[in-house]
């Protein structure tokens, strides 16, 4: 009773506050928000139907809405399994990505987490080699030293500096 009590909504608590049996109290807050299952779950399942890992810009962004509509499904005493979630990532990778998404499967991943795993660390060192490409592109020159003990002018001037 002091636990549901603690963790129950300030305006609720007044409404509840004369209940003294925690059986009671669990039922009645049942009662009350019972049919919010029958609320979340057709969003939920329609979430579940249009989400796709291509969709996303990031791993972490489609991990987290991933996580998002599975924690309410499960809410709503719907069964996600592990390859249900491996199956759902695979399948929605982008078209050009088929070969990609054929060697994941030849990983064998039995855990959607060693999946996001790997999806992660791919994504860091596609970032890395992007970011290296960018700041020299292939076949270009190296920039010159910053700290050269040569110059072009050197002798040449007015002897300043």
Same mark, same amino acid.
């Given at each position: 009773? *002091?636990?549901?009590?603690?963790? *129950?909504?300030?305006? $609720?608590?007044?409404?509840?506050? =004369? ?8 039922? &009645?807050? &049942?009662?009350?928000? /019972?049919?919010?299952?029958?609320? !979340? ?7 579940? @139907? ?9 791993? @972490? /962004?489609?991990? @987290?809405? $991933?996580?998002? *509509? !599975? %924690?309410?499904?499960? $809410?709503? %005493?719907?069964?996600? =399994? ?33 999946? *996001? ?8 060192? &596609? ?7 960018? %700041? #020299?592109? =292939? ?7 910053? &700290?050269? =003990? ?9 002897? #300043?500096?």
């Amino acid at each position: 009773l *002091i636990f549901l009590r603690h963790h *129950i909504d300030d305006d $609720m608590e007044y409404e509840y506050l =004369t209940v003294e049996n925690p059986l009671e109290l669990w039922q &009645n807050l &049942n009662d009350r928000f /019972e049919h919010l299952k029958t609320v !979340v779950l057709p969003k939920a399942l329609n979430d579940w @139907s249009q989400l796709r890992f291509q969709d996303f810009k990031t791993v @972490s /962004e489609y991990n @987290s809405t $991933m996580f998002k *509509i !599975v %924690s309410q499904l499960k $809410m709503c %005493s719907e069964v996600i =399994t592990e390859y249900m979630l491996l199956e759902k990532t695979y399948l929605t990778f982008h078209a050009f990505n088929v070969l990609l998404q054929q060697q994941y499967r030849l990983h064998r991943f039995n855990k959607y987490r060693e999946l *996001i795993g790997s999806l992660l660390i791919a994504e860091q060192n &596609n970032e890395l080699l992007l970011q290296n490409h960018e %700041s #020299r592109p =292939t076949g270009s020159a190296p920039l010159p030293e910053v &700290n050269a =003990t040569l110059s072009h002018f050197g002798g040449r001037g007015r002897g #300043r500096g």
